[in-house]
């Protein structure tokens, strides 16, 4: 049974993905959900159509007839991928990423860095794997076991969690696969496992985790773990 997707990106984001201004490494966290969201898929759809209306509105009304219009959407609808530029290059098919003795399958957005490298960090029940993505942020996999909490943080920047198996669940919701989270420097949050299922995430981060409580000298491995 597929899991619903309950948090997206919203409109916004996706608009600049379908133009391709978003940065690099939040179009792969947008392009990572819309692997895993058919409803976000039909929106970059509809979104690439109205582009398309609209460079037709702008562009002189002598170089464009009908048939230039119909030509132009049948091109936008015939693009087998909502990003050519990006995603022409990754594989086929679902990509595994290894984890002692566990298999989890990722978005195809990411197969061409997990395939790079997963080498894995791990400081308690937490690992993560950095990738080799990073333009202005640190983007990693991200996994946490079972029943484990991630201490009280703010963000100094933008953090970005795509849930990819298990779930998340912190003060404001609970997070399934699919599910996008987007914090600021706004936003103080404790995320933490279910007592019985562990969890892997893709995390886009622009500045380390800032942790409100422990103790510093715990607390700076973990920091280190996350940027
Ligand atoms: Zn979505």
């Keep these: ?9 919203g409109i916004p984001l996706l608009e600049q993905y ?7 490494d939040v179009a792969l ?3 990572a959900h819309i692997d895993l969201c058919p409803h976000c898929q039909q929106l970059c759809l509809d979104l690439s159509a109205e582009q398309g209306l609209m460079l037709e509105k702008s562009a002189p009304a002598a170089e464009l007839d009908a048939t230039d219009l119909d030509q132009m959407l049948a091109d936008i609808m015939a693009q087998p991928q909502w990003n050519g530029r990006e995603l022409n290059t990754q594989p086929q098919g679902p990509v595994q990423v290894q984890l002692k003795d566990k298999t989890f399958t990722v978005p195809r957005a990411l197969a061409r860095l997990v395939e790079q490298q997963t080498k894995w960090t791990q400081l308690g029940s937490i690992a993560n794997a950095k990738l ?3 333009d202005k ?3 990693s996999l991200l996994y946490i076991d079972k029943d484990t909490a991630i201490p009280q943080h703010t963000h100094k920047g933008l953090e970005i969690t795509l849930v990819l198996s298990g779930r998340i669940v912190d003060e404001k919701g609970s997070y399934g696969v699919g599910d996008i989270l987007i914090n600021t420097p706004d936003d103080t949050h404790t995320p933490r496992t279910l007592p019985d299922e562990d969890c892997l995430c893709l995390s886009v981060l622009s500045a380390p985790l800032q942790f409100n409580k422990g103790i510093t000298r715990l607390l700076n491995p973990l920091q280190h773990l996350f940027y």
Excluded: D, I, Q
């Design 137 to 139: 942020r640190h983007v």
């Design 18 to 24: 379908v133009e391709g201004t978003l940065e690099a």
């Design 132 to 134: 080799p993505a990073g």
């Design 1 to 9: 049974m597929t899991h619903a997707v309950k948090y997206h990106p």
């Design 29 to 31: 966290a947008v392009s």
